[in-house]
Protein backbone atom coordinates (compact mmCIF):
# COMPACT_ATOMS: atom_id res chain seq x y z
CA UNK A 1 0.00 0.00 0.00
CA UNK A 2 3.07 2.24 0.30
CA UNK A 3 2.97 3.74 -3.24
CA UNK A 4 3.26 6.97 -2.02
CA UNK A 5 6.28 8.71 -0.05
CA UNK A 6 3.79 10.70 1.78
CA UNK A 7 2.51 7.36 3.01
CA UNK A 8 5.46 6.38 4.57
CA UNK A 9 6.72 6.49 8.03
CA UNK A 10 9.37 8.13 9.10
CA UNK A 11 11.68 5.50 10.30
CA UNK A 12 10.84 3.58 6.77
CA UNK A 13 11.91 6.51 4.76
CA UNK A 14 15.10 7.44 6.58
CA UNK A 15 16.08 3.68 6.19
CA UNK A 16 15.29 4.24 2.06
CA UNK A 17 17.61 7.24 1.75
CA UNK A 18 20.66 5.57 3.77
CA UNK A 19 20.13 2.37 1.83
CA UNK A 20 20.09 4.44 -1.55
CA UNK A 21 16.27 3.22 -2.37
CA UNK A 22 15.47 7.37 -1.92
CA UNK A 23 17.06 10.25 -1.86
CA UNK A 24 16.28 13.14 0.94
CA UNK A 25 15.93 14.88 -2.10
CA UNK A 26 12.92 12.93 -3.38
CA UNK A 27 11.13 12.36 -0.18
CA UNK A 28 11.68 16.34 0.60
CA UNK A 29 10.15 17.43 -2.66
CA UNK A 30 7.28 14.95 -2.13
CA UNK A 31 6.16 16.85 1.05
CA UNK A 32 7.12 19.95 -0.38
CA UNK A 33 4.34 19.18 -3.68
CA UNK A 34 2.27 17.92 -1.08
CA UNK A 35 1.49 20.94 0.72
CA UNK A 36 1.77 22.98 -2.53
CA UNK A 37 -1.41 20.72 -3.58
CA UNK A 38 -3.30 20.78 0.13
CA UNK A 39 -2.12 23.72 2.49
CA UNK A 40 -4.63 25.49 0.70
CA UNK A 41 -7.43 23.63 2.43
CA UNK A 42 -5.70 23.06 5.88
CA UNK A 43 -3.64 26.00 6.44
CA UNK A 44 -1.36 24.10 8.57
CA UNK A 45 2.00 25.88 7.76
CA UNK A 46 2.71 29.92 8.14
CA UNK A 47 5.95 29.98 6.17
CA UNK A 48 7.30 27.65 3.64
CA UNK A 49 11.03 26.97 3.14
CA UNK A 50 11.16 24.81 -0.05
CA UNK A 51 14.96 26.77 -1.09
CA UNK A 52 16.40 26.13 2.67
CA UNK A 53 14.87 22.23 2.72
CA UNK A 54 15.54 21.48 -0.28
CA UNK A 55 19.72 22.48 0.15
CA UNK A 56 19.54 20.80 3.61
CA UNK A 57 18.49 17.46 1.66
CA UNK A 58 20.95 18.00 -1.13
CA UNK A 59 23.74 18.21 1.16
CA UNK A 60 22.42 15.09 3.25
CA UNK A 61 22.03 12.64 0.08
CA UNK A 62 26.19 14.15 -0.85
CA UNK A 63 26.67 13.07 2.57
CA UNK A 64 25.33 9.75 2.52
CA UNK A 65 27.09 9.44 -2.06
CA UNK A 66 30.56 10.43 0.32
CA UNK A 67 30.20 7.46 2.94
CA UNK A 68 29.72 9.78 5.67
CA UNK A 69 27.44 8.03 8.70
CA UNK A 70 24.81 10.16 9.47
CA UNK A 71 22.04 9.87 12.14
CA UNK A 72 18.80 7.57 12.53
CA UNK A 73 16.82 10.13 10.63
CA UNK A 74 19.47 12.01 8.28
CA UNK A 75 17.32 13.33 5.28
CA UNK A 76 13.76 13.26 6.63
CA UNK A 77 11.96 16.32 6.73
CA UNK A 78 10.11 17.99 9.82
CA UNK A 79 8.12 21.18 9.99
CA UNK A 80 8.60 23.41 12.94
CA UNK A 81 5.52 24.86 15.29
CA UNK A 82 6.60 29.20 14.39
CA UNK A 83 7.03 29.42 18.06
CA UNK A 84 10.19 27.84 18.20
CA UNK A 85 13.07 30.18 16.57
CA UNK A 86 14.83 29.89 13.06
CA UNK A 87 17.95 31.48 12.23
CA UNK A 88 17.37 33.60 9.19
CA UNK A 89 13.67 31.95 8.52
CA UNK A 90 10.58 34.57 9.78
CA UNK A 91 9.12 33.45 13.41
CA UNK A 92 6.14 35.27 14.21
CA UNK A 93 4.42 32.91 17.45
CA UNK A 94 1.46 33.61 15.48
CA UNK A 95 1.09 37.10 16.18
CA UNK A 96 1.24 40.45 14.49
CA UNK A 97 3.64 41.70 17.22
CA UNK A 98 6.42 39.46 16.00
CA UNK A 99 5.14 40.16 12.05
CA UNK A 100 8.21 40.12 10.00
CA UNK A 101 10.70 38.91 12.41
CA UNK A 102 14.15 37.44 11.41
CA UNK A 103 15.22 35.54 14.29
CA UNK A 104 19.16 35.90 14.47
CA UNK A 105 19.67 32.85 15.70
CA UNK A 106 18.50 28.95 16.49
CA UNK A 107 16.73 27.13 18.81
CA UNK A 108 18.75 24.76 20.48
CA UNK A 109 16.22 22.14 19.13
CA UNK A 110 16.87 23.51 15.58
CA UNK A 111 20.42 23.13 16.26
CA UNK A 112 19.79 19.54 16.56
CA UNK A 113 17.38 19.04 13.82
CA UNK A 114 20.26 20.65 11.35
CA UNK A 115 22.80 18.56 12.88
CA UNK A 116 20.84 15.40 12.56
CA UNK A 117 20.16 16.11 8.74
CA UNK A 118 16.46 16.45 9.04
CA UNK A 119 15.25 19.52 6.23
CA UNK A 120 13.12 22.00 7.68
CA UNK A 121 9.74 22.47 5.32
CA UNK A 122 8.78 25.52 7.37
CA UNK A 123 6.94 26.99 10.24
CA UNK A 124 3.52 25.89 11.38
CA UNK A 125 0.54 27.80 13.12
CA UNK A 126 -0.22 28.17 16.64
CA UNK A 127 -2.54 29.90 18.44
CA UNK A 128 -0.68 32.83 19.48
CA UNK A 129 1.75 32.58 21.46
CA UNK A 130 0.83 29.29 22.28
CA UNK A 131 -1.99 30.18 24.67
CA UNK A 132 -5.45 28.14 23.04
CA UNK A 133 -6.52 25.04 22.65
CA UNK A 134 -8.08 25.39 19.04
CA UNK A 135 -5.54 27.79 16.66
CA UNK A 136 -8.15 30.12 16.45
CA UNK A 137 -6.44 32.71 18.09
CA UNK A 138 -3.71 32.97 15.70
CA UNK A 139 -3.34 36.35 13.97
CA UNK A 140 -2.97 34.84 10.63
CA UNK A 141 -4.75 31.72 9.44
CA UNK A 142 -7.10 29.16 10.24
CA UNK A 143 -5.78 25.94 10.46
CA UNK A 144 -8.74 22.73 9.73
CA UNK A 145 -8.72 19.59 11.30
CA UNK A 146 -7.83 17.23 8.27
CA UNK A 147 -10.85 14.88 9.77
CA UNK A 148 -13.16 17.47 8.86
CA UNK A 149 -12.37 20.86 7.74
CA UNK A 150 -15.30 22.67 9.77
CA UNK A 151 -13.84 21.40 12.82
CA UNK A 152 -10.95 23.00 14.87
CA UNK A 153 -7.36 21.19 14.38
CA UNK A 154 -6.93 21.51 18.28
CA UNK A 155 -4.43 24.18 19.85
CA UNK A 156 -1.79 25.66 20.70
CA UNK A 157 0.09 22.79 17.94
CA UNK A 158 -2.98 22.82 15.67
CA UNK A 159 -0.59 23.51 12.73
CA UNK A 160 2.66 20.89 13.53
CA UNK A 161 -0.77 18.27 14.28
CA UNK A 162 -2.86 19.23 11.38
CA UNK A 163 0.50 19.07 8.65
CA UNK A 164 1.59 15.45 10.26
CA UNK A 165 -1.99 14.06 9.96
CA UNK A 166 -2.44 15.21 6.23
CA UNK A 167 0.74 13.99 5.50
CA UNK A 168 2.11 17.21 4.73
CA UNK A 169 5.67 16.69 7.17
CA UNK A 170 6.03 13.02 8.20
CA UNK A 171 7.29 14.67 11.69
CA UNK A 172 6.95 17.78 13.30
CA UNK A 173 8.07 19.63 16.54
CA UNK A 174 5.88 21.26 18.56
CA UNK A 175 5.54 22.53 22.36
CA UNK A 176 3.59 21.94 25.65
CA UNK A 177 2.42 24.28 28.21
CA UNK A 178 -0.34 22.42 29.18
CA UNK A 179 -1.43 20.09 26.55
CA UNK A 180 -0.11 22.26 23.29
CA UNK A 181 1.29 18.74 22.02
CA UNK A 182 -0.96 16.14 23.27
CA UNK A 183 -4.31 17.86 22.58
CA UNK A 184 -3.81 18.64 19.12
CA UNK A 185 -2.68 15.25 18.37
CA UNK A 186 -5.96 13.67 20.34
CA UNK A 187 -7.94 15.82 18.36
CA UNK A 188 -6.15 14.89 14.69
CA UNK A 189 -5.16 11.91 15.14
CA UNK A 190 -1.49 11.43 15.55
CA UNK A 191 0.69 10.78 18.20
CA UNK A 192 1.73 14.24 20.55
CA UNK A 193 4.61 13.57 23.17
CA UNK A 194 5.21 15.92 25.68
CA UNK A 195 8.84 15.03 27.24
CA UNK A 196 9.92 15.57 31.01
CA UNK A 197 10.12 19.21 31.36
CA UNK A 198 13.96 19.46 31.56
CA UNK A 199 15.04 16.81 29.00
CA UNK A 200 14.39 19.04 26.24
CA UNK A 201 16.09 22.52 25.45
CA UNK A 202 13.97 25.41 25.69
CA UNK A 203 16.83 27.59 24.90
CA UNK A 204 15.38 29.28 21.58
CA UNK A 205 11.69 28.37 22.43
CA UNK A 206 9.60 31.92 22.58
CA UNK A 207 8.94 31.96 26.10
CA UNK A 208 5.18 31.62 27.48
CA UNK A 209 5.64 30.33 30.70
CA UNK A 210 8.49 29.43 31.93
CA UNK A 211 8.13 26.61 34.21
CA UNK A 212 5.80 24.30 32.19
CA UNK A 213 6.90 24.94 28.38
CA UNK A 214 8.29 21.75 27.17
CA UNK A 215 9.16 21.15 23.21
CA UNK A 216 8.68 17.92 21.93
CA UNK A 217 7.88 15.23 18.57
CA UNK A 218 4.50 15.05 16.11
CA UNK A 219 4.54 11.95 14.61
CA UNK A 220 2.05 9.34 13.09
CA UNK A 221 3.35 6.23 14.92
CA UNK A 222 5.11 6.10 18.35
CA UNK A 223 8.47 4.96 16.80
CA UNK A 224 8.53 7.79 14.61
CA UNK A 225 7.66 10.00 17.24
CA UNK A 226 10.88 8.52 19.88
CA UNK A 227 13.50 8.61 16.84
CA UNK A 228 12.49 12.54 16.66
CA UNK A 229 12.87 12.80 20.12
CA UNK A 230 16.02 11.08 20.77
CA UNK A 231 17.03 13.92 18.06
CA UNK A 232 15.96 16.93 19.86
CA UNK A 233 16.52 15.87 23.49
CA UNK A 234 19.47 16.08 26.15
CA UNK A 235 21.52 18.49 28.55
CA UNK A 236 22.11 22.24 26.95
CA UNK A 237 23.82 24.34 29.21
CA UNK A 238 22.35 27.04 27.55
CA UNK A 239 19.04 26.46 29.60
CA UNK A 240 19.62 26.86 33.37
CA UNK A 241 16.63 24.40 33.60
CA UNK A 242 18.14 21.38 31.68
CA UNK A 243 18.66 18.16 33.09
CA UNK A 244 22.06 16.76 32.76
CA UNK A 245 21.64 12.79 32.61
CA UNK A 246 20.96 10.20 29.89
CA UNK A 247 18.01 10.62 27.38
CA UNK A 248 15.73 8.07 28.52
CA UNK A 249 16.00 5.64 25.30
CA UNK A 250 12.51 5.68 23.95
CA UNK A 251 12.91 4.39 20.62
CA UNK A 252 13.81 1.12 21.92
CA UNK A 253 11.30 1.34 24.23
CA UNK A 254 8.87 2.02 21.47
CA UNK A 255 10.74 -0.99 19.82
CA UNK A 256 10.04 -3.40 22.31
CA UNK A 257 6.39 -1.59 22.95
CA UNK A 258 5.14 -2.91 19.30
CA UNK A 259 5.97 -6.88 20.35
CA UNK A 260 2.26 -5.81 21.98
CA UNK A 261 3.33 -7.77 25.58
CA UNK A 262 2.97 -5.37 28.49
CA UNK A 263 2.80 -8.37 31.12
CA UNK A 264 4.28 -6.93 34.33
CA UNK A 265 3.18 -3.14 33.25
CA UNK A 266 0.85 -1.70 35.91
CA UNK A 267 -1.64 1.83 34.53
CA UNK A 268 -2.80 3.78 37.00
CA UNK A 269 -6.59 5.24 36.23
CA UNK A 270 -6.83 8.24 38.67
CA UNK A 271 -10.32 8.01 40.12
CA UNK A 272 -10.85 12.12 40.24
CA UNK A 273 -10.41 12.16 36.64
CA UNK A 274 -13.99 10.81 36.36
CA UNK A 275 -15.54 13.45 38.51
CA UNK A 276 -16.87 16.81 38.29
CA UNK A 277 -18.17 18.87 35.23
CA UNK A 278 -15.24 18.48 33.00
CA UNK A 279 -15.69 14.50 32.57
CA UNK A 280 -15.21 13.17 29.38
CA UNK A 281 -17.90 12.92 26.94
CA UNK A 282 -19.79 9.39 26.05
CA UNK A 283 -18.15 9.36 23.00
CA UNK A 284 -14.72 9.88 23.96
CA UNK A 285 -14.70 7.77 27.24
CA UNK A 286 -16.23 4.69 25.09
CA UNK A 287 -13.11 5.42 22.62
CA UNK A 288 -10.92 5.41 25.18
CA UNK A 289 -12.14 2.50 27.95
CA UNK A 290 -11.61 0.09 24.14
CA UNK A 291 -8.43 1.35 24.71
CA UNK A 292 -7.97 0.48 28.15
CA UNK A 293 -9.73 -2.99 27.37
CA UNK A 294 -6.87 -3.63 25.06
CA UNK A 295 -3.94 -2.43 27.13
CA UNK A 296 -5.05 -5.25 29.38
CA UNK A 297 -5.28 -7.90 26.57
CA UNK A 298 -2.09 -7.04 26.24
CA UNK A 299 -1.18 -8.19 29.52
CA UNK A 300 -0.99 -4.57 31.77
CA UNK A 301 -2.92 -4.84 35.05
CA UNK A 302 -5.37 -1.58 35.63
CA UNK A 303 -4.78 -0.17 39.35
CA UNK A 304 -7.03 2.25 40.64
CA UNK A 305 -5.21 5.49 41.68
CA UNK A 306 -6.31 9.01 43.87
CA UNK A 307 -5.31 12.54 43.38
CA UNK A 308 -7.33 14.52 45.83
CA UNK A 309 -5.74 17.42 44.41
CA UNK A 310 -6.47 16.97 41.27
CA UNK A 311 -9.38 19.15 40.88
CA UNK A 312 -7.27 22.32 41.76
CA UNK A 313 -5.25 21.56 38.71
CA UNK A 314 -6.99 23.79 36.20
CA UNK A 315 -7.31 26.91 38.48
CA UNK A 316 -3.65 26.06 39.61
CA UNK A 317 -2.66 25.71 36.17
CA UNK A 318 -4.61 29.14 34.87
CA UNK A 319 -2.38 31.45 37.65
CA UNK A 320 0.98 29.82 36.94
CA UNK A 321 0.95 30.16 33.40
CA UNK A 322 -0.55 33.67 32.67
CA UNK A 323 1.19 35.11 35.91
CA UNK A 324 4.50 33.58 33.99
CA UNK A 325 3.41 34.75 30.67
CA UNK A 326 3.04 38.17 31.82
CA UNK A 327 6.41 38.66 33.17
CA UNK A 328 7.88 37.40 29.34
CA UNK A 329 5.48 39.08 27.42
CA UNK A 330 7.23 42.11 28.81
CA UNK A 331 9.48 42.53 26.63
CA UNK A 332 7.01 43.25 23.44
CA UNK A 333 7.86 46.84 24.13
CA UNK A 334 8.07 47.91 20.66
CA UNK A 335 11.97 48.53 20.78
CA UNK A 336 14.03 45.60 20.39
CA UNK A 337 11.75 44.04 18.07
CA UNK A 338 8.43 43.58 15.66
CA UNK A 339 5.33 45.88 15.76
CA UNK A 340 6.01 49.94 16.80
CA UNK A 341 2.48 51.42 16.94
CA UNK A 342 1.56 55.12 17.24
CA UNK A 343 4.96 56.54 17.37
CA UNK A 344 4.15 60.05 16.16
CA UNK A 345 7.19 62.04 17.61
CA UNK A 346 5.18 63.52 20.35
CA UNK A 347 3.92 60.64 22.67
CA UNK A 348 5.94 59.19 25.17
CA UNK A 349 7.80 55.50 25.39
CA UNK A 350 4.79 54.15 27.69
CA UNK A 351 2.16 55.46 25.53
CA UNK A 352 3.71 54.11 22.24
CA UNK A 353 4.58 51.08 24.48
CA UNK A 354 0.84 50.50 25.34
CA UNK A 355 -0.49 51.60 21.93
CA UNK A 356 2.01 48.83 20.16
CA UNK A 357 0.90 45.87 22.78
CA UNK A 358 -2.71 46.91 22.08
CA UNK A 359 -2.30 47.25 18.31
CA UNK A 360 -0.09 43.60 18.11
CA UNK A 361 -1.85 41.14 20.74
CA UNK A 362 -4.82 39.40 20.19
CA UNK A 363 -7.65 38.91 22.32
CA UNK A 364 -6.60 35.48 24.36
CA UNK A 365 -3.32 37.12 25.07
CA UNK A 366 -4.60 39.55 26.44
CA UNK A 367 -6.96 38.44 28.79
CA UNK A 368 -4.04 36.25 30.07
CA UNK A 369 -1.64 39.02 30.36
CA UNK A 370 -4.49 41.31 32.30
CA UNK A 371 -4.95 37.78 34.55
CA UNK A 372 -1.20 37.20 35.37
CA UNK A 373 -0.53 40.96 35.97
CA UNK A 374 -3.93 40.93 38.96
CA UNK A 375 -2.13 37.68 39.85
CA UNK A 376 1.20 39.09 40.58
CA UNK A 377 -0.01 42.75 41.69
CA UNK A 378 1.07 43.89 45.22
CA UNK A 379 -1.67 43.00 47.46
CA UNK A 380 -2.56 39.73 45.60
CA UNK A 381 0.68 37.85 44.92
CA UNK A 382 0.43 35.44 48.15
CA UNK A 383 -3.56 35.12 47.63
CA UNK A 384 -2.96 33.77 43.74
CA UNK A 385 0.36 33.28 42.54
CA UNK A 386 2.09 32.26 45.73
CA UNK A 387 -0.96 30.10 46.79
CA UNK A 388 -0.82 28.02 43.44
CA UNK A 389 2.72 27.30 43.45
CA UNK A 390 1.79 26.02 47.06
CA UNK A 391 -1.06 23.90 45.71
CA UNK A 392 1.24 22.96 42.44
CA UNK A 393 3.55 20.93 45.01
CA UNK A 394 0.53 19.27 46.79
CA UNK A 395 -0.50 18.23 42.88
CA UNK A 396 2.82 16.56 42.30
CA UNK A 397 3.00 15.29 45.51
CA UNK A 398 -0.35 13.51 44.46
CA UNK A 399 1.07 12.75 41.27
CA UNK A 400 4.24 10.94 42.50
CA UNK A 401 3.05 9.00 45.15
CA UNK A 402 0.78 7.08 42.36
CA UNK A 403 3.91 5.95 40.69
CA UNK A 404 4.72 4.14 44.12
CA UNK A 405 1.68 2.53 43.03
CA UNK A 406 1.99 2.15 38.96
CA UNK A 407 4.28 2.40 36.10
CA UNK A 408 2.44 4.96 34.31
CA UNK A 409 -1.20 6.60 34.45
CA UNK A 410 -3.86 6.56 31.31
CA UNK A 411 -6.90 8.64 30.68
CA UNK A 412 -8.26 10.10 27.68
CA UNK A 413 -6.46 13.13 26.43
CA UNK A 414 -9.12 15.35 26.25
CA UNK A 415 -12.52 15.58 27.44
CA UNK A 416 -13.87 16.21 24.10
CA UNK A 417 -12.89 15.53 19.80
CA UNK A 418 -12.58 18.45 17.78
CA UNK A 419 -15.35 21.26 17.86
CA UNK A 420 -16.40 23.05 15.59
CA UNK A 421 -14.94 27.27 14.54
CA UNK A 422 -16.20 29.47 17.02
CA UNK A 423 -17.90 26.97 19.50
CA UNK A 424 -15.80 27.87 22.31
CA UNK A 425 -14.10 31.37 21.36
CA UNK A 426 -16.82 33.40 23.30
CA UNK A 427 -16.37 31.73 26.54
CA UNK A 428 -12.35 31.10 27.35
CA UNK A 429 -13.34 28.87 30.21
CA UNK A 430 -15.10 26.28 28.22
CA UNK A 431 -11.81 26.47 26.12
CA UNK A 432 -9.44 26.00 29.33
CA UNK A 433 -11.71 22.90 30.25
CA UNK A 434 -9.96 21.06 27.05
CA UNK A 435 -6.23 20.89 28.68
CA UNK A 436 -8.21 19.09 32.48
CA UNK A 437 -6.04 15.81 31.85
CA UNK A 438 -2.97 16.96 30.23
CA UNK A 439 -2.52 20.12 32.91
CA UNK A 440 -1.11 18.19 35.44
CA UNK A 441 1.71 16.39 33.64
CA UNK A 442 3.16 19.82 32.83
CA UNK A 443 2.52 21.15 37.15
CA UNK A 444 4.87 17.86 38.04
CA UNK A 445 7.16 17.67 35.06
CA UNK A 446 6.81 14.41 33.77
CA UNK A 447 5.98 13.22 30.53
CA UNK A 448 2.78 12.16 28.58
CA UNK A 449 1.99 10.86 25.28
CA UNK A 450 -1.03 11.15 23.38
CA UNK A 451 -1.76 8.02 21.00
CA UNK A 452 -4.97 7.68 18.65
CA UNK A 453 -6.83 5.09 20.29
CA UNK A 454 -10.52 5.20 18.17
CA UNK A 455 -13.20 7.63 16.92
CA UNK A 456 -16.23 9.23 18.27
CA UNK A 457 -19.13 9.93 15.76
CA UNK A 458 -15.82 9.84 12.99
CA UNK A 459 -13.54 11.86 14.88
CA UNK A 460 -10.25 10.59 16.70
CA UNK A 461 -10.19 10.09 20.08
CA UNK A 462 -6.53 9.53 22.21
CA UNK A 463 -5.68 7.98 25.10
CA UNK A 464 -2.84 9.64 27.37
CA UNK A 465 -0.27 7.61 28.79
CA UNK A 466 1.99 9.74 31.66
CA UNK A 467 4.93 8.72 33.22
CA UNK A 468 7.45 9.67 36.15
CA UNK A 469 9.98 12.09 35.60
CA UNK A 470 12.52 10.49 33.03
CA UNK A 471 9.91 8.05 32.65
CA UNK A 472 9.45 9.20 29.03
CA UNK A 473 10.36 5.49 27.51
CA UNK A 474 7.64 3.85 29.62
CA UNK A 475 4.68 5.80 27.82
CA UNK A 476 6.55 5.28 24.47
CA UNK A 477 6.71 1.55 25.61
CA UNK A 478 2.15 1.89 26.07
CA UNK A 479 1.53 3.61 23.45
CA UNK A 480 3.68 1.28 20.74
CA UNK A 481 1.87 -1.98 22.25
CA UNK A 482 -1.44 0.17 21.82
CA UNK A 483 -0.52 0.80 18.09
CA UNK A 484 -0.16 -2.77 17.83
CA UNK A 485 -3.31 -3.43 17.66
CA UNK A 486 -4.18 -1.72 14.99
CA UNK A 487 -3.70 -2.61 11.48
CA UNK A 488 -4.03 0.07 9.53
CA UNK A 489 -2.44 2.11 12.16
CA UNK A 490 -5.62 4.57 13.57
CA UNK A 491 -3.32 7.80 12.33
CA UNK A 492 -2.94 5.93 8.76
CA UNK A 493 -6.59 6.39 7.85
CA UNK A 494 -7.65 9.82 8.18
CA UNK A 495 -9.93 11.31 5.11
CA UNK A 496 -8.21 11.72 2.19
CA UNK A 497 -7.42 15.54 1.12
CA UNK A 498 -7.68 16.01 -2.72
CA UNK A 499 -6.54 19.93 -2.70
CA UNK A 500 -7.34 22.00 -5.06
CA UNK B 1 -4.87 46.58 35.55
CA UNK B 2 -4.79 47.13 31.79
CA UNK B 3 -2.44 50.12 32.14
CA UNK B 4 -0.15 48.10 34.74
CA UNK B 5 -0.03 45.23 32.37
CA UNK B 6 0.88 48.49 29.56
CA UNK B 7 -2.03 47.91 27.06
CA UNK B 8 -3.99 50.74 26.03
CA UNK B 9 -7.24 48.39 25.58
CA UNK B 10 -10.79 49.73 24.17
CA UNK B 11 -14.12 50.06 26.05
CA UNK B 12 -15.50 47.19 24.39
CA UNK B 13 -12.77 44.81 24.84
CA UNK B 14 -12.86 45.98 28.48
CA UNK B 15 -16.08 44.88 29.03
CA UNK B 16 -15.87 41.72 27.21
CA UNK B 17 -13.01 40.97 29.35
CA UNK B 18 -14.57 41.82 32.62
CA UNK B 19 -16.99 39.25 32.48
CA UNK B 20 -14.99 36.54 30.85
CA UNK B 21 -12.39 37.36 33.36
CA UNK B 22 -14.91 37.09 36.26
CA UNK B 23 -15.84 33.45 35.43
CA UNK B 24 -11.98 32.60 35.16
CA UNK B 25 -11.35 34.21 38.78
CA UNK B 26 -14.48 32.44 40.49
CA UNK B 27 -12.85 29.24 39.39
CA UNK B 28 -9.80 30.69 41.09
CA UNK B 29 -10.81 31.24 44.47
CA UNK B 30 -11.28 27.57 44.90
CA UNK B 31 -7.72 27.68 45.83
CA UNK B 32 -8.62 28.87 48.48
CA UNK B 33 -10.41 25.81 50.22
CA UNK B 34 -6.98 24.44 50.06
CA UNK B 35 -5.37 24.13 53.19
CA UNK B 36 -1.33 24.94 52.32
CA UNK B 37 0.09 25.89 55.62
CA UNK B 38 3.33 24.85 55.72
CA UNK B 39 3.44 24.06 52.27
CA UNK B 40 7.11 24.92 50.03
CA UNK B 41 5.92 26.45 47.18
CA UNK B 42 7.03 24.91 43.48
CA UNK B 43 8.80 27.15 41.41
CA UNK B 44 9.57 24.81 38.61
CA UNK B 45 8.79 20.88 38.52
CA UNK B 46 12.66 19.96 38.45
CA UNK B 47 14.56 20.77 41.52
CA UNK B 48 17.78 22.68 39.99
CA UNK B 49 19.61 25.24 41.99
CA UNK B 50 22.45 27.48 41.13
CA UNK B 51 23.59 26.28 37.93
CA UNK B 52 27.13 27.55 37.23
CA UNK B 53 29.25 27.75 34.84
CA UNK B 54 33.15 29.36 34.61
CA UNK B 55 33.02 32.79 33.84
CA UNK B 56 34.75 32.98 30.53
CA UNK B 57 34.11 34.89 27.49
CA UNK B 58 31.74 33.40 24.83
CA UNK B 59 31.57 35.24 21.49
CA UNK B 60 27.95 37.33 22.08
CA UNK B 61 25.79 38.20 18.85
CA UNK B 62 26.95 41.10 16.60
CA UNK B 63 25.55 44.38 17.32
CA UNK B 64 24.12 44.51 13.52
CA UNK B 65 22.21 41.42 13.84
CA UNK B 66 21.35 42.30 17.43
CA UNK B 67 19.57 45.26 15.86
CA UNK B 68 17.90 44.15 12.45
CA UNK B 69 15.16 43.23 14.04
CA UNK B 70 14.13 46.70 15.94
CA UNK B 71 11.25 49.05 14.28
CA UNK B 72 14.07 52.22 14.81
CA UNK B 73 17.55 51.76 14.73
CA UNK B 74 20.12 54.53 14.02
CA UNK B 75 23.63 54.68 14.88
CA UNK B 76 24.29 51.27 16.44
CA UNK B 77 21.23 51.98 18.86
CA UNK B 78 17.60 51.26 19.36
CA UNK B 79 15.49 54.70 19.03
CA UNK B 80 12.37 55.17 21.71
CA UNK B 81 10.31 57.60 21.78
CA UNK B 82 10.80 60.11 24.46
CA UNK B 83 10.96 59.15 27.67
CA UNK B 84 10.48 62.86 29.56
CA UNK B 85 7.65 64.41 29.81
CA UNK B 86 7.51 68.05 28.03
CA UNK B 87 8.55 70.86 30.34
CA UNK B 88 5.25 73.19 31.15
Request: aromatic share 6%; with cysteine; net charge negative.
Amino acid sequence: MDDRIIDRTAAGLAADIREGRATSRSVTEAFLDRIDAVDGEVGAFLHVDRDGALATASEVDAALAAGEELGPLAGVPVAVKDIVVTGGMPTTAASKILEGWIPPYDATVVERLQAAGTPILGKTNLDEFAMGSSTEYSAYRRTANPWDTARIPGGSGGGSAAAVAAKMAPLAIGTDTGGSIRQPGAVTGTLGAKPTYGSNSRYGLIAFSSSLDTPGPVARNALDAALLHEVISGHDPRDSTSIDAPVPPVAEAARSGASGDLSGLRLGVVEQFAEGAGAAEPGVLDAYLAGVDQLVKLGAEIVEVSCPSFSYALPTYYLIAPSEASSNLARYDGVRYGLRSGDDGRRSLEEVMGLTREAGFGPEVKRRIILGTYALSAGYVDQFYGRAQKVRTLIKRDFEATFEQCDALISPTTPFTAFKYGERTGDPYQMYLADLFTIPTNLYGGPGISVPVGLSDGMPVGLQVMGPVMGDDITYRVASALESTQDPLLADTAPEIEGK
Amino acid sequence: MARLARLEVTDDELDAFAGQLDVILESMQTLGEVDTDGVEPTSHAVPLVNVFREDQPQPSLPRDAALAGGPDTAEGRFRVPRILDDEE
